[in-house]
Each structure stands twice: as structure tokens, then as C-alpha cells.
């Protein structure tokens, strides 16, 4: 696996570039009308479901990229901490945010902070990495703090990935090189129970389109918040974790 983990940190590297091409759907990423048209509803749920949230405070993003999520938590929290192994993802990231350039998996956080954030790198995290992950995010929380996660949908198909199966996808970049990468696609309510057995209470649920899963929780025990409005605006779906509780890689 580390073999693995060693070529998507390059795949990421090389990406940057074009990556947010893909967010933005330009380029050789760009939608039909209507298609299009989804993706940007489920992009406006994720969203809203975040300033839902009302960071404040301090927040830490964790595999941070090239700056489309922290480019709204710097709007929304009072100073962010952003993460990230490569200098390549980083160069086009905000400067209104504290950079640090590091690999998610090494990393020890120095202080602890309000909110927690990661988007589209859950489902880059190996199997044999997931509890190490989820005790660093448990040591970098503050008393009371949250997490907010967005990533993607089980039952996306709007990406590059080939070759899909057994927790592994192979990227082409525009250029035609391929890599190899993880990516474990969660369903909410898998997740949810995953991650309660290592003390977290998420609630989690796919956006309309299923394009995104995305959700918020804290530590058991931990004052939180539950996802938003977005959540009222619709009615349950079958998606939806249901584990309702109380209080940003692709």
C-alpha cells in the first residue's frame, strides 16, 4: 500500500494544475447542460450545509489542495490552518490561510482547534490508515469541537477514474499519464457506524444528485451541531445516515 500511497501523492502533484478544472467542470471535465446543472445544486447543498455550520473560531484543513474549500472557511472561521503534502497543490491555495506543507499520515498538530475539515481525502485514506487518521483528527480538536467532511458520493460518476474496484482507482491526467490511487467510496450511514466504533458521531447524507457525501459530527460526548438547513430544505433519503444528533483530493 505504500507503493500506492507514494503515487497518488505524485498524481496530486502533477494534477494541480488542472485541478480545479474539475471542480469548475472546464475543460476536458465539462457537463452537459443539465448534467451540469446537478452537479452545481449538490455543490450550492455542500456549501450551504458548511456556513450552515458557522465555523469560527480556528479551523484546521487537512489535504487543504489548491484552495477551493479553504478559500470559504477563510470567509467563515477566524484563522485557518491548511495541510498539505505537496508544494505544487499548495502554490495556488489562499494566502489568507496559514500554509503548512506536510503529509496528512506524519503530521502532529501543534495546538487544537475548533473545526476539523477535510474534503474529498476520507476516501483516499486506506483501510490500514483510517484509525490512525480519525486519532489524529481526535487529537487536533479542541474541547466541544467539530468536524465537517465533503466528499464523494458513492454513486459519483463524474470523475476520472478507471479501473475501479477493491478500494483502488486509476487516474489519466490530460496529458494521458496514469496512476494509481485509493479511493473507498463510503455510503453515509457506513460511515457513520465505522466511525462511531472509534468515538465519533457523524450525521452524514448524499447530496440530491449523489454526486457528494457530506455531513458534520464531533467526539462522543462532544457538543456539536447537526448538518444544516440544506437537511430541512428536503426530505430524508434513503442515503441518509440517520444517525441525527444533537448541538473541504477527489
Known amino acids: 500500500m505504500s507503493d500506492v500511497l507514494a503515487e497518488q501523492k505524485r498524481y496530486y502533484a502533477e494534477r494541480a494544475p488542472e485541478y480545479d478544472d474539475w471542480w469548475y467542470r472546464r475543460g476536458r471535465y465539462e457537463l452537459e447542460p443539465e448534467a451540469l446543472a446537478r452537479w452545481q445544486d449538490d455543490v450550492a447543498e455542500a456549501e450551504a450545509a458548511l456556513e450552515k455550520l458557522a465555523p469560527g473560531g480556528t479551523v484546521l484543513e487537512l489535504a487543504a489542495g489548491t484552495g477551493i474549500w479553504t478559500r470559504k472557511l477563510v470567509r467563515l472561521a477566524d484563522r485557518v490552518v491548511a495541510v498539505d503534502a ?3 497543490t499548495l502554490a495556488p491555495n489562499t494566502s489568507e490561510a496559514e500554509l503548512v506543507r506536510a503529509d496528512v499520515f506524519e503530521w502532529e498538530p501543534p ?3 475548533d473545526l476539523v475539515f477535510f474534503s ?3 476516501s483516499h485514506v486506506p483501510e490500514e490508515r483510517f484509525d490512525e487518521f480519525w486519532s489524529l483528527v481526535r487529537v487536533a480538536l479542541a474541547p466541544g469541537g467539530r468536524v ?3 466528499d464523494s458520493g458513492a454513486g459519483d460518476t463524474a470523475h476520472t477514474g478507471t479501473d475501479q474496484g477493491d478500494g483502488e ?17 463510503w455510503r453515509p450511514a457506513e460511515l457513520a457506524e465505522r466511525v ?3 468515538g465519533f458521531e457523524l450525521e452524514l447524507r448524499d447530496s440530491a444528485n449523489g454526486h457528494f457525501l457530506y455531513g ?8 456539536g451541531s447537526v448538518v444544516g438547513e440544506a437537511d430541512d430544505a428536503r426530505p430524508e433519503t434513503p442515503g441518509a445516515s440517520g ?8
Open 169 to 185: 482507482e486509476t487516474r489519466s491526467l490530460s496529458d494521458g499519464r496514469t496512476f494509481r490511487i485509493v479511493k473507498r467510496r
Open 216 to 223: 458534520a459530527g464531533s467526539v462522543v460526548g462532544g457538543a
Open 111 to 113: 495546538e487544537r482547534f
Open 196 to 198: 462511531r466504533a472509534l
Open 120 to 122: 474529498f481525502w476520507l
Open 86 to 88: 505537496n508544494a505544487e
Open 243 to 250: 444517525a441525527r444528533w444533537g448541538g473541504s483530493l477527489t
Open 148 to 150: 465537517f467532511l465533503v
